[in-house]
């Protein structure tokens, strides 16, 4: 029995060191084209930024692929377009029906655009493929916010921050949605007062999410920012989506996920005379997705 006992351990245990993090999905932004059979580029104003009054309309220019990263530039250049007044230019590029996958640990490695560029927007996050927002969530991996005083959460000493949030809720249709929020900004002296300031346009950093069947863990160069842990809910029965949605606290991703990069404009950006006067570019220099396995 002794025996037996034993072996079960050291079998336990061999399962559980094998295990480790695989590699699904990779891209070095090498060459000078975007690879078009994993990204779609958007050349237009998205549903997203027409609803929060963003300023940016989204075009093919605006993306390029050189000295290995994608670059995404932002460029003071007023139109219209579908009868809405934009004043910048700036890009969009997603996975959506190209590449997803619903758990596992989801990355890239961002630098930042110059800090006084107030109103520049980038992100880094993932959607459901299917399902309507915000059921199965919005998990927003990074934001980085050139809104230097104006931001609550942000440091005095680094008014420039990045955060990760969890959005999540409940869909009716027709426009008919709770959702919640959990979320972390960084550097941050509610998060972690002793965590050094980080000038994120100086250098590349890496941005990520873990998400398995309990929890999404955000990460900022492997320091977690924060965890969301999630009960276990039925979400796909119609009468929780039509009925018992409301209340709820939250659930998990529980939907093929895609990426999608991008850099906003904020609504107040019109006011911001350095973004009127330079270019700004964000840069990512790889894009990562893995497993457990």
């Known amino acids: 029995m002794i025996s037996k006992m034993y072996f079960f351990q050291v079998l336990l245990f061999v399962n559980v060191i094998s295990a480790e993090w695989v590699l699904t999905f990779e891209d070095d932004f090498t060459g000078d084209t975007l690879n078009e059979t994993s990204w779609t580029i958007s050349n237009f104003s998205s549903i997203i930024s027409q ?167 955000f990460y900022v160069d492997n320091y977690t920012s924060f965890t969301k842990f999630y009960p276990t809910l039925c979400v796909t029965d119609p009468l929780f989506l039509e009925n018992g949605g409301w209340g709820r606290s939250s659930y998990m991703p529980f939907k093929p996920l895609y990426s999608i990069l991008n850099v906003a404009v904020t609504p107040n950006a019109n006011t911001s005379w350095w973004l009127q006067h330079h270019k700004t570019t964000t840069l990512v220099d790889w894009v990562r997705w893995y497993e457990y396995q």
């Open 51 to 217: 609803y929060d009054g963003h300023d940016a309309l989204f075009v093919t220019e605006a993306i390029s692929v050189k000295d290995g990263s994608l670059q995404i530039t932002t460029t003071y250049n007023p139109q219209v377009f579908n009868g809405v007044h934009y004043n910048m230019t700036s890009g969009w590029i997603d996975s959506q029906k190209k590449r997803n996958q619903t758990t596992g640990r989801f990355e890239a490695s961002i630098k930042m655009p110059n800090p006084n560029a107030t109103g520049s927007w980038p992100a880094f996050w993932l959607l459901p493929e299917e399902t309507p927002w915000p059921v199965s969530g919005e998990v927003d991996i990074v934001e980085w916010y050139a809104l230097p005083g104006n931001y609550q959460h942000s440091r005095t000493d680094n008014p420039v921050v990045a955060q990760s949030t969890y959005h999540y809720g409940y869909s009716a249709g027709d426009d008919i949605y709770s959702y919640n929020n959990d979320s972390a900004s960084f550097p941050s002296r509610d998060w972690s007062p002793n965590w050094p300031i980080i000038d994120f346009s100086a250098d590349f950093h890496t941005f990520g999410v873990e998400i398995n069947s309990t929890a999404l863990r």
